[in-house]
C-alpha cells in the first residue's frame, strides 16, 4: 500500500510533510502539474501532488488529470485521497464542514477524461456504479471519528467545467439533481483513478455558501482564509488515516 494526497485550492503543501525527494516522471500524456513530493507525515510516507500547479495556477479545465494520475502510478501509488474546495448546496453545509462524498454528477465537457484511445483494439468501460472506493470512504471516516473531527459521511459531489462559478439558477439545477456540494476538479480525476486501478477517494472541505445561498459576496480571497483556517483538521485527519494504515 502506497498512499498519495492531492492538494487543490489552498493547499500548495501538506502541512507537516517532511519532504525527502521530488520526482517528476514523464508518462505517454505528458508531465504532472508540478513534481510529485515523496515525503514524511507524522513518520509515515505518503506522495503529494499539488493538481494545480506551483507556482503557476492551472485552471481547473485545464489540468493534464490524465498526466497526474499516471505519474502517481509510476512512482507506485495504490491509494489517493483528492482533496477538493467545494460550495456548499445547502445551508446547513457551512463553511470549514468536511465530507466524504460518496456519489458524484459530472457536468464537465471537453477535458481529456480517459486513458483509452483505441489503440491497442479493446474498449475500456470500467463500472463507476460507485465513483469512489469503498474502503479509502471508509477509512477517512474511521481516521475523522478517531481524530474527534465532525466529517459528513455521504453527498453528492456536482462537478461543472468552471473556472467561473455557478449562477444562482445553475446551483438550484444542481440542488434538484441532487447535489450537496460543487466543485470544478474532481472529475475525470476520479475516473482516471478508476481506469488507473487505483483506490481513489476524496476529502471536499466546503470553503463557501454557493451562488444565492449565502449573503456574503463570493470572493476567492475568502475562500483561502476558509481554508487557511481549517488546513489543520484536514492534516490531522490524513495523518490519522496514514498512522491507522501503517504495518504493525
Known amino acids: 500500500m502506497s498512499w ?6 489552498g493547499l500548495h503543501q501538506l ?3 517532511e519532504v525527502v525527494e521530488e ?4 508518462t505517454p500524456w505528458g508531465r504532472a502539474s508540478r513534481p510529485l513530493q515523496r515525503g514524511r507525515l507524522n513518520g509515515e510516507t505518503v506522495w503529494f501532488l499539488q493538481r494545480h500547479g506551483s507556482p503557476a495556477a ?3 479545465h485545464r489540468i493534464n488529470y490524465r498526466a ?4 502517481l502510478q509510476a512512482v507506485g501509488a495504490t491509494h ?9 448546496l445547502h445551508i446547513d453545509l457551512l463553511p470549514g464542514t468536511l465530507v466524504v462524498p460518496d456519489q458524484l454528477v459530472d457536468y464537465t465537457w471537453g477535458r481529456e477524461h480517459t486513458f483509452d484511445e483505441g489503440a491497442d483494439g479493446h474498449l475500456l468501460h470500467i463500472d463507476f456504479t460507485e465513483p469512489y472506493d469503498a474502503g479509502l470512504r471508509e477509512a477517512l471516516l474511521a481516521a475523522a471519528r478517531r481524530a474527534e473531527l465532525d466529517c459528513r459521511a455521504a453527498g453528492v459531489h456536482a462537478i461543472p467545467q468552471g473556472p467561473r462559478l455557478e449562477t444562482a439558477a445553475e446551483v438550484r439545477r444542481l440542488r434538484r439533481d441532487g447535489g450537496d456540494v460543487v ?6 480525476e476520479a475516473a482516471l483513478a478508476r481506469e488507473a486501478g487505483l483506490a ?12 444565492g445561498l449565502g449573503d456574503a459576496p463570493l470572493t476567492l480571497a475568502a475562500m483561502r482564509e476558509t481554508l487557511e483556517a481549517n488546513a489543520g483538521r484536514v492534516r490531522v485527519l490524513l495523518a490519522n488515516l496514514l498512522a491507522a494504515a501503517a504495518p504493525g
Open 200 to 211: 481513489y477517494a476524496s476529502l471536499c472541505m466546503v470553503v463557501n455558501a454557493a451562488a
Open 183 to 188: 466543485g470544478m476538479t474532481g472529475m475525470p
Open 4 to 9: 498519495a494526497i492531492i492538494g487543490g485550492t
Open 15 to 17: 502541512p507537516g510533510l
Open 23 to 26: 520526482r517528476h516522471p514523464e
Open 68 to 71: 497526474n494520475i499516471a505519474a
Open 58 to 60: 492551472v485552471p481547473p
Open 80 to 88: 489517493i485521497v483528492g482533496v477538493n474546495a467545494v460550495g456548499g
